[in-house]
């Protein structure tokens, strides 16, 4: 499993949506492609916004559709970064 | 402020800084606003005492910036607190001198002083070096830097503002509330949502802006992989649940989300017309986007409690919203 840290890339506010836009194109989308899994640690991130989240993940609910949560994993995320991760789930589930 | 035109034609703009305006009693002040691109700036102020929100002096720092020091005539300040206004750098931004001695004390704890910030990695640094000087708890660090963060990206993406984006931010020790004013003179909401939605006049596209859903980069209600729609939604969510004002200014434009009761429970409306609020569409033009948001610490939630009630209305929003956009076509 390929495991991806966030907080080098992020600080511990992950607000920089280039940055997240460049994590899911470089890492994300490339292990996904081959069918396997990924985590994303946030070990040490204290929060994250809702379009940093969006820019990491929502392409990827999008173009490989729901299932792929299963394949991963957040690692870390305090109470606030779940609840972002949370809501950018949901709504993008009920989109799609 | 007031437009006049004198006889070698010369478009002149006056600003009197009023005794008091913040997001409560802003109105007057907005509504002696003149129209863009004046070729001089007059201001004058109150002679006793001047008592503005960060959203005033960032109006008039980023009017100033787009005009050279000798387009800006500044009348001599007699209110014993234009000591304040020299602290908070309106002066240096307007480039005249003031004629104000102070001596500077440490800023940390207690105000954020006029900055510029033009791109999204300056914005990064500004985030992290910049708001824990305000010195405030994890709670209420939290919502601050994410309002931040999320208007002045907004600017970055959508406002094509050349002058980047005017911020400032005090603490008011009194009623333990930080206030804040977020200005750009770029192309207006209305400019970026009608290119893609049905948006005819500024009111209508701030109300769509604060829509969930909504972006200005796509038709598609839910956004891009880059945009959402859902960052106004959110500030104004955050202000909403916490019961504080939040003010929106573009075009001839202004909404504000008024103080709720505090006795009535919070329901988070994907229509902003539909929460307590006032609103007008014949306010003087603003080239660009002004918004100013209060953050009151002691009625400040935790900020996952916060989440987990935007989470609960947040894709119900969305929902209704795609429903009452994408109709069957019968021919």
Redesign the interface.
Known sequence: MKIIKLLPKT?I?A????IA?EIRIKYITPTLEKNEEITLDFEGV??A???FV??LI??LI?NFGNEVLNNIYFKNC???V???I???V??????T | MQISYNPGKILCMKIHIPNSAFLGNIDPFLRNFGTSNPDTLEITANKQWISIHPMVIAMIAALGLSLKPKQVHCETMEARSKHYLKRMGLFDFLKIDSGIEITEHESAGRFIPLKQITNSEKLTEFITEVVPLLHLSPKHTEPIRYILSELMRNVFEHAVSKIGVIMCAQYYKKSNTIRIGIIDRGVGILNTISALHKAKTDLEAIRLALTPGITGTTKRIGGTDYNAGAGLFFIKSIATVNKDFFVIYSGNGMYKLLKADNKKSVRLHADPFKDKHSKGENFPYWQGTAVGIDINLDSTEEFSLLLDLIRKSYSKAVKEQRKAYYKAKFI
């Open positions: 600080g506010f607000e920089n949506k280039d836009r204290e929060s916004t809702q379009s969006h820019a929502s392409e999008r305090n109470k606030s779940q609840e972002i949370n809501i950018v949901d709504y993008m589930q009920a989109a």
